[in-house]
């Protein structure tokens, strides 16, 4: 049998060789009776110019022409029959096929590509990506069982045969629940998110390719069909939305951008939707496919409650807020607005099923409480019946004994230092209202310096005072060094022990807590000899006051070790970290966030060491014990995130990072600013992912702005400025060749990094 692409492409390759005026006696004589042959044929012909790619022509309408090719059932593929007709559609056509050489009872799903694969490396090319499909094993994903070409060079397909029915329709036809969806959605969730993780996307996820078994399991079909074919051996990637199913496709796919994970995201988004809401996000003609797609580029759809409402069901007020959130964030314009990962998308919707907190909504204290309430509901209104009871008797117990005399007295005593503090801190946020600025905006970095200015000067600076100036000092210093102005926060930290060690109170809790923050900003200052002294300093005060195993005695070991692994002292802050996380493990738990710092100090040190498997393995820990504990937008979470995502860009896993490496920049821009140490280290890491993905333009780009910002904020003598100048002076002088990895020195001049 010769298809009709076959004969298509000959007779246009042949007519392309003859004079114009030539064409059309010969394509007469040529197609004889067949009328669609020769309109294909002159329809390609009339496309042809100087930058025409035959090829691509053909490409392009092999898929029509496939459809309309007669059936094949009763045929045989191999060792299969081919046996009814499953579907058709623009990228070819799906057969119900059995086992027929007799070996075996087996039905398949065999699917004819609507691509004509040409050229010498066709067979191992093929054979090299239906094999990386095959590896795809996973519970809730279709497997790719075999493959091949027809004798007319037609590619085709052997899956596994699913009998299911369509998600939507699924849970339609059951009247599933809203829970019942959302646990649905979480197990397509953690088959897409292994694909993922294999680097396999999908790119044509939809609910009509996410079969339901009988028994309630989805089964994903096509996973990675999309990715195989738009392979340059294979076929040129079809351009526009003509061969993409619109309802699902994302804004970089309308636009014609490069596809990705966050593609999938985005389909993900849209099968969400419709499973809340009963209709897809925009409800726009999808039979005219600019307007749909300008619609999906130029404006949101309305939130899943507000859709789910209009379309009369039940339960579109439990969609208000989380859910509507959620639904959002996977929906966002901008693949770096999306969620990262799917098993993030999943987490989420596990949150909000268990009544926690989600990372799509702002994490307000007023939220967070909220949903605390509602998950502990019979808790919070026994405390508060408790609380009642307390602020009830309270008089009575104010008066009940003498001995209370001296703790009332100190009380007092805290009380008029925080009504003090509290005045300051009034006094320095007027410094910002419009009368005093004249309308100018002002930062909360020009508003500290103000009120810096304001202490020195207002009177406070009494010998009974200097308690209540330091601990002021301390509240200013802390700030600062979080908006991460070292330099401003470490004036403020020194002066709030000068003050307490002027006022005689080096034996107090205050005082060690003033020298350990004033250890950060030396420490990240590179003052080696300041941190060492203060941190030991502070471990001497803090066994005397507290003993062995209180969290201030682990903190400044941990700072302790933190200093060995600097100065190389690299088996001793060893022993001294793994001797602070097994107590902190202990003491505290996984997700405490000292023990995540502890995990993410380890996971620097082994990397320091050049041990990335030991490394990994607690930045890992550090990061699940991080979201389980504060939260995906956490600092701790974030530094955890950041620096597995180094570490993977560092140790040849960079064309796996490079959507994450920018998921993780955007994620902590919008949380930390673009000023923020953590900040400038993830443009780091993301320079050098880009650079050894061959995107040498982009990545010296975004180096150049790191080394400005980090010379800025940190200085040129800081280890990260020298960092990423040295990293962009190899760049510069030795461009990376090709379109594969760094060079080798570059590699070998910058892995890894020392610890902070």
């Known amino acids: 049998m010769e298809s009709t692409w076959t004969r ?28 669609a042959l020769l309109a294909g044929v002159k329809e390609l012909l009339s496309h042809a110019g100087s930058d025409f790619d035959p090829r691509a022509a053909v490409i392009a309408t092999a898929g029509d022409l496939l459809s309309q090719e007669t059936d094949l059932s009763g045929q045989h593929l191999g060792p299969y029959r081919l046996k009814r007709v499953l579907a058709r559609g623009g990228m070819g056509v799906v057969y119900l096929a059995e086992r027929a050489d007799e070996q075996f009872y087996k039905q398949v799903a065999i699917k004819l590509i609507g691509s004509p694969l040409v ?65 649905l959605f979480q197990k397509v969730c953690a088959a897409v998110d292994y ?35 738009r392979r340059s051996d294979f076929g040129v990637e079809p351009r526009g939305p003509r061969r993409m199913t619109l309802r699902y496709s994302s804004p970089e796919q309308l636009r014609g951008q490069p596809l990705g994970t966050a593609t999938d995201i985005y389909a993900l988004g849209v099968i969400l939707y419709g499973l809340l809401s009963g209709g897809p996000p925009f409800d726009i003609d999808e039979g005219d496919p600019e307007a749909y797609a300008d619609a999906v580029l130029a404006s949101d759809p309305p939130a899943v409650s507000v859709s789910a409402r209009r379309h009369g069901l039940p339960h579109w007020r439990r969609l208000r807020g989380d859910l509507d959130a959620i639904a959002a964030r996977a929906l966002a314009k901008s693949p770096e607005d999306r969620y990262s990962t799917a ?19 702002a994490d307000t204290w007023l939220y967070r409480s909220a949903t605390f309430v509602r998950r502990n509901r019979f808790a919070a209104g026994l405390a508060s019946l408790l609380l009642l009871s307390i602020l009830a008797s309270g008089g009575l117990l104010a008066v009940k004994s003498v001995e209370l005399a001296q703790q009332r007295d100190r009380a007092n005593e805290q009380r008029d230092r925080a009504l003090a503090v509290t005045g300051f801190l009034t006094e320095m946020f007027e410094l910002g209202s419009p ?49 991460g102005a070292f330099e401003a926060a470490r004036q403020h930290l020194r002066r709030s022990v000068a003050l307490l060690r002027a006022a005689g109170k080096t034996d107090s809790e205050r005082y060690l807590l003033s020298l350990l923050d004033l250890a950060r900003p030396e420490d990240l200052l590179d003052h080696q000899d300041a941190v060492l002294a203060l941190n030991t300093e502070a471990l001497a005060l803090s ?62 040190l082994y990397e320091q060491w050049g041990k990335a498997e030991q490394a990994e393995h607690y930045f890992d820990a550090c990061l699940r014990a991080g979201q389980a504990g504060r939260g995906r937008r956490h600092i ?32 902590m821009r919008e949380v930390m600013g673009e000023r923020h140490p953590d900040t400038l280290q993830a443009m780091h890491t993301l320079s050098l992912a880009l650079q050894r993905n061959g995107r040498v333009a982009e990545s010296e780009a975004l180096l150049g702005r790191t080394l400005a910002l980090r010379r800025e904020v940190l200085g040129a003598r800081h280890r990260d400025s020298r960092e990423s100048a040295a990293l962009l002076a190899v760049l510069r002088q030795h461009p990376p060749e090709g379109q594969g990895g760094g060079n080798s020195r570059l590699r070998a001049e910058h892995a890894p990094r020392p610890d902070r």
């Open 8 to 35: 298509t492409e000959y007779l246009f390759h042949a007519a392309s060789e003859l004079p114009v005026e030539e064409r059309d006696a010969y394509l007469e004589k040529a197609c004889a009776d067949d009328s």
């Open 119 to 183: 050229g010498e490396e066709l067979p191992r090319r093929f054979r090299e990506e239906r094999q990386i499909l095959a590896r795809l094993e996973h519970a809730y994903i279709a497997r790719l069982l075999d493959g091949g070409s027809t004798d007319q060079g037609l590619p085709y397909l052997v899956m596994e045969y699913v009998q299911g029915e369509a998600l939507d329709s699924y849970c339609a036809r059951h009247a599933l629940g809203l829970n019942q969806r959302l646990a």
């Open 195 to 229: 694909a993922h993780r294999q680097l396999v996307v999908h790119c044509d996820l939809k609910d009509s390719n996410i079969q339901v078994t009988p028994e309630g399991e989805p089964r994903l079909l096509d996973f990675g069909i999309a990715t195989l074919m």
């Open 343 to 361: 098993a993030e998308l999943s987490r989420d919707i596990g949150h909000h099923l268990a009544l926690k907190p989600v990372t799509a909504r």
């Open 435 to 483: 009368y005093n600025t004249l309308g100018e905006e002002i930062s909360v970095t020009q508003l500290l310096q103000m009120a810096s200015a304001e202490l020195d000067q207002d009177g406070r600076k009494t010998e009974n005072d200097r308690e209540l100036e330091s601990h002021i000092h301390r509240v200013l210093g802390r700030v600062n060094f979080d908006l």
């Open 543 to 604: 066994r005397r006051l507290y003993g062995d195993d209180h969290q201030h005695t682990l903190g400044t070991l941990n700072n302790l070790a933190q200093h060995h692994a600097e100065q190389g002292n690299l088996r001793r802050a060893e022993a001294l970290h793994l001797a602070v996380y097994q107590k902190r493990l202990a003491l505290f738990g996984a997700s405490n966030h000292h023990t995540v710092e502890t995990a993410y100090n380890l996971g620097r």
């Open 636 to 667: 701790y979470t974030l530094r955890c995130e950041g620096a597995l995502i180094d570490l993977q860009a560092r140790t040849g896993r960079h064309r796996q990072v490079l959507a994450s490496a920018r998921a993780h920049l955007a994620l």
